[in-house]
């Protein structure tokens, strides 16, 4: 966005319009953007030198003229590189959109989460590029809700275990699914281990820690204040956003990172409402004999008792 701006030479104004825009702060924006640009920028340098030795010779400046063209074709790549990218992230939405509609209690689920990760990836200062696949990572988390049959996914009453297994597949389906994509690589962690606990109880692997990927601890979280502040048909009547952050604080290091907490507590989502704080002990993780018992037995008892059922 800042790229296209500053071929105009109005990089630090639009900057400052832009951090004022998503509440973020004027270097951030400018450091960020630069990496998209800096090559583009580089580039051009020789040609505008050149244009000036042009224009300095008799009858120059119609020769400088010849360089409109070629400028005019970048600039119109570059427009049609920037339209492309927008129909993509249109186009991931509407997939997600998509998704969410089949279950009328999780229409635009995707978009908020997607929303709510943003703005703690924000929190916790990750870089533009995790922030880009906090994006289309929130947007495409569950798709492999796509492979669950109806009878499962809009089920009302408490699902058997067999249920709950087909259930519980849809992060290794959505990574399936968006495997091919290879723009989509940097996605693929965040989709597959999106319900991973942070003591090791999650599925589908039962990662612990920060084995967990970072972007997938902060998905999770994100995911879970989503759930719980929403209607489901299992809770007609959401949590308000004071119980849904008080929850957060009671799972803090057993189901959620604690840092991805503190984070998302200093969000808007969060902004005016109590915080109970962080636990005063930190729960202990799960022991390691007790961690490898339930390695074994994952494909047979996946877990079902969370703050914040699947979503
Ligand atoms: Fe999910
Ligand atoms: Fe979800």
Redesign the pocket.
């Known amino acids: 966005m800042l790229g296209a701006l500053c071929s105009s030479s109005i990089c630090i104004p639009a900057a400052i319009i832009v951090a004022l825009r998503f509440g973020r702060s004027v270097r951030e924006v400018v450091v960020g953007d630069a990496r998209g640009f800096a090559v583009n920028l580089l580039a051009l340098a020789p040609v505008a030198w050149l244009m000036a030795r042009t224009f300095s010779l008799p009858s120059g400046w119609w020769a400088t003229l010849l360089f409109a063209l070629p400028l005019y074709t970048t600039r119109v790549a570059y427009q049609k590189f920037v339209e492309m990218r927008e129909m993509f992230t249109q186009t991931i939405g509407a997939l997600a959109e998509a998704v969410d509609k089949r279950d009328p209690f999780t229409s635009r689920h995707s978009w908020r989460v997607k929303e709510i990760a943003v703005d703690i990836g924000r929190e916790m200062r990750v870089s533009e590029v995790e922030l880009e696949a906090l994006e289309w990572g929130g947007l495409l988390?569950?798709v492999g809700k796509i492979g669950v049959p109806d009878r499962v996914l809009l089920k009302q009453d408490r699902l058997t275990r067999e249920e709950r297994t087909i259930m519980n597949a849809?992060?290794v389906l959505g990574e399936q699914i968006i495997k091919p994509v290879a723009k989509l690589a940097r996605e693929l962690p965040i989709i597959r281990h999106?319900?991973e606990w942070y003591n090791g109880s999650g599925y589908p692997d039962r990662l612990i820690g920060h084995e967990i990927p970072k972007l997938a601890r902060i998905l999770h979280v994100a995911?879970a204040f989503e759930a719980m502040t929403a209607a489901r048909p299992y809770r007609l009547t959401p949590l308000t956003p004071e119980q849904a952050i008080a929850e957060l604080r009671k799972f803090s290091g057993i189901q959620f990172d604690p840092e991805v907490v503190d984070a998302f507590v200093r969000t808007r989502w969060a902004e005016g409402l109590p915080d109970p704080g962080r636990p005063t002990v930190e729960p202990r993780p799960i022991p390691l004999l007790a961690q490898a018992a339930g390695r074994l037995s994952q494909a047979a008892s996946p877990p079902t008792s969370t703050a914040a059922p699947?979503?």
């Open positions: 988390h569950d849809h992060p999106h319900h995911d699947p979503s």
